[in-house]
């Protein structure tokens, strides 16, 4: 018997579009909100690149200027394509390996100084849950309403 969602469970399989508009509406959305924070902050990061630059030369990340142009890249564009849906699944790569480094980069709740050790936590497993939505976005696929979605249908 096939599970509701599968591939190979009738109407409402991604392979029957008219019974899952739902879900491409609800792929929508959790491209938005996932994309969302790091359009936010890879424009900030873009904007005070010298700053960003800075803060990873102080982490001791080698070659601070190179790393932080392309991480406030990755983060900014790739944010963008997730929400767009443009390229999904290599924007979904480059944004959970940038999101993976940052968190052990900057959220090292272990060697945090008790005071802070909580709320570095916190941020470390903010970060492995937004990691944990770009992969399922990388095995769902952008969906229907998606720059990638418009593409497939043009090619049929």
Request: hydrophobic share 55%; aromatic share 10%; with cysteine.
């Amino acid at each position: 018997m096939a599970t509701y969602g599968s591939r190979s469970s009738g109407a409402a399989s991604w392979d029957h579009r008219a019974g899952a508009g739902w879900q491409d509406a609800a792929l929508l959305v959790a491209r938005v909100m996932l994309g969302a924070i790091f359009v936010q902050s890879g424009f900030g990061k873009l904007t005070n690149l010298a700053g960003f630059t800075e803060g990873l030369a102080k982490m001791g990340v080698p070659v601070p200027s190179v790393a932080g142009l392309v991480g406030a890249c990755v983060e900014f564009f790739g944010g963008l394509a997730i929400v767009l849906g443009a390229w999904t699944w290599l924007a979904a790569i480059l944004v959970a390996g940038f999101t993976v480094v940052a968190t052990f980069l900057a959220h090292r709740f272990w060697d945090a100084p008790p005071e802070q050790r909580m709320m570095q936590n916190i941020q470390f497993m903010k970060n492995v849950a937004i990691v944990g939505g770009l992969l399922a976005l990388l095995a769902a696929g952008a969906g229907r309403y998606s720059v990638d979605g418009l593409r497939r249908r043009r090619e049929w």
